[in-house]
C-alpha cells in the first residue's frame, strides 16, 4: 500500500504563489510516476503536471509556464510549486501516484486551494 498526504494550500491573493507538497508513504521504494490533479467546483478532475521516477517532468499545454512539479526521493516527497495564481486555480489539488508492478493509481484526500482578493 502506498498513502499520499497533501499539504500546503490555503487561501491566497491573485497573483500570489504557493508550494504544495505531498508526502509518501507505506511502499515508497516501489514509486514510479507521480502527478498533481485539481479538481474545481463543478467540473472534472484535471491533469496539472506529472514526473517520472527519473525526473522527467510533463505538463499540458494549459499547464506550462506557471506550474512547477518536482520530487525529493530521498524524503519521498512530491511538489508543486504554483505563480501569478489566479482565480481559476481555485480547485482541490490532489496527489497521485502508481507503482513499478501495478498499473494501479493511489490518491491522496486532498488540499483547498483558494485564490481570492
Known amino acids: 500500500q502506498v498513502q499520499l498526504v497533501e499539504s500546503g494550500g490555503g487561501l491566497v491573493q491573485p497573483g500570489g504563489s504557493l508550494k504544495l507538497s505531498c508526502e509518501v508513504s507505506?511502499?515508497?521504494?516501489?514509486?514510479?510516476?507521480m502527478a498533481w490533479y485539481r479538481q474545481a467546483r463543478g467540473k472534472q478532475r484535471e491533469l496539472v503536471a506529472s514526473?517520472?521516477?527519473?525526473?522527467?517532468?510533463n505538463y499540458p499545454d494549459s499547464m506550462k509556464g506557471r506550474f512547477t512539479i518536482s520530487r525529493d526521493n530521498a524524503n519521498y516527497t512530491l511538489y508543486l510549486q504554483i505563480n501569478s495564481l489566479k482565480a481559476e486555480d481555485t480547485a482541490i489539488y490532489y496527489c497521485?501516484?502508481?507503482?513499478?508492478?501495478?498499473?494501479?493509481?493511489?490518491w491522496g484526500r486532498g488540499t483547498q486551494v483558494t485564490v481570492s482578493s
Open positions: 507505506g511502499r515508497v521504494h516501489s514509486i514510479n510516476n
Open positions: 514526473t517520472s521516477q527519473s525526473d522527467t517532468t
Open positions: 497521485n501516484a502508481d507503482t513499478f508492478d501495478s498499473d494501479y493509481k493511489y
